[in-house]
């Protein structure tokens, strides 16, 4: 690995940022692979929702003892957690080489403040998210339509017991936790500064949205992620979970702001390098 080297009063960096993204980048209109993003973007988040949401219904189904099932019957809180986890896990990693593989709109609003995709690329995965979110609930619910609306179709809302503002405070946190994991695992200075450390970015993403679940479900279900909110309220389409449906888009946003600016220009000292560089420019 490359050390970093003093020339001209600077240090050689061993690592390469790619240039930030254009705010409106045009040409990505004529290029496949923009498309060819989009669509895995689409297909990634309604395997996503079809298999969580089919696991949350399995579970209310065998618990439910009204219904013949046991109390310490299915997968539990903890198999609910490993589902969303894993699932992210297997789409991060079948996606990162095509589209990055954001799979939530909090993600990828996160990533454009950063500059690492163009302000179209960003409002068109997050309408493929929700299309697939949407496409992942519908198909749970033709196939089982009776069970998904005895358990409330996985929407997220926020539990008894708990104010507007735990609920609120919960996606903040839990998406910033999400966000900053992802800026963390993708970041280049880690590639080449920790190289000899292997990091398979998708695992700690996963384990991310695993960790985060099970603090979480208790209290809102755990959104952390707009689009998986947004598909299952549209398609169980009841009072409550529309109620309570802003925090899981105010929620996550903020806290992707957050874990934006703490990585970009605490942790990156985004903020430190320009005034930096002003001062070089000036100092003549």
């Not at 079948?94 to 454009?112: E, K, Q, W, Y």
């Given at each position: 690995?490359?050390k ?28 496949w ?34 219904q ?11 198999g ?70 005895r ?58 949205v ?13 959104g ?61």
């Amino acid at each position: 690995m490359a050390k970093d080297s003093e020339a001209g009063g600077f240090a050689a960096k061993d690592y390469h940022d790619p240039p930030p993204a254009p705010l409106i980048d045009v040409e990505e209109f004529t290029q496949w692979s923009f498309y060819r993003a989009i669509i895995a973007e689409f297909i990634a988040t309604l395997l996503f929702l079809y298999v969580t949401v089919l696991t949350v219904i399995g579970y209310s189904s065998q618990s439910d003892v009204d219904q013949g099932g046991h109390i310490c019957g299915g997968v539990g809180i903890l198999g609910i957690a490993w589902a969303f986890g894993g699932m992210i896990f297997v789409l991060v990693y079948c996606t990162a080489g095509i589209s990055g593989g954001h799979i939530n709109p909090a993600v990828t609003f996160g990533l454009f403040l950063a500059r690492k995709v163009s302000l179209v690329r960003a409002v068109l995965y997050m309408v493929a998210q929700c299309v697939g979110a949407i496409c992942g609930c519908a198909l749970v619910k033709s196939f089982q339509k009776g069970l998904y609306n005895r358990y409330g179709g996985g929407a997220n809302s926020l539990a008894e017991g708990y104010s507007t503002g735990t609920g609120l405070a919960a996606e903040i946190i839990g998406t910033f936790v999400l966000v900053y994991t992802v800026f963390s695992a993708t970041d280049p200075k880690r590639s080449a500064r920790d190289s000899h450390i292997p990091v398979l970015a998708p695992l700690p993403i996963g384990f991310a949205v695993f960790m985060v679940h099970l603090a979480t479900i208790p209290i809102t279900g755990t959104g952390i992620n707009p689009a998986r909110s947004f598909g299952a309220a549209v398609v169980f389409n009841h009072s409550k979970p529309w109620d309570d449906h802003w925090i899981f888009w105010v929620g996550p946003f903020i806290g992707a702001l957050i874990a934006a600016f703490y990585h970009q220009f605490i942790l990156r000292a985004g903020a430190v390098k320009a005034l930096g560089s002003f001062r070089s420019t000036h100092s003549v």
